[in-house]
């Protein structure tokens, strides 16, 4: 692409003076920019929000695998307690029954 010999075919394409198609173009040019710069700066927003809610995800992650397994263990213990108290159970009934046994002789 040549500058000049396009600049000149340009020119013959259009029928505005260019007195009137440079404002026009320069604006357009401005206007790009100024979007661009306006994209840019939500871009840079959004990657802040995206970085700061990943980094509060991965903290409730790993709060909420630290409860659920708090949970199990304390779901362990308690079937523990439960298989305890049963042989407890278990156990006064025998002695229950050697005592009426007893009392019965």
Do not use: Y
């Not at 026009?24 to 040019?29: A, D, H, P, Q, T």
């Not at 206007?31 to 700066?41: F, I, L, S, T």
């Not at 006064?92 to 005592?99: H, N, R």
């Amino acid at each position: 692409m040549d500058g000049l010999s396009n600049l000149t075919e340009i020119l013959h394409q259009f029928q505005s003076p260019i007195r009137v198609l440079l404002p026009k173009i320069l604006k357009s040019r401005d206007d790009w920019k100024d979007k661009c710069q306006r994209r840019r700066a939500q871009n840079k927003t959004l990657t802040i929000k995206i970085r700061d809610l990943t980094a509060s995800r991965e903290t409730w992650r790993a709060k909420h695998v630290s409860l659920l397994a708090e949970q199990q263990k304390l779901q362990s213990e308690r079937d523990q307690f439960q298989i305890e108290r049963e042989q407890l159970r278990q156990q006064l009934q025998v002695a229950e029954q050697e005592l009426a046994d007893l009392k019965k002789s």
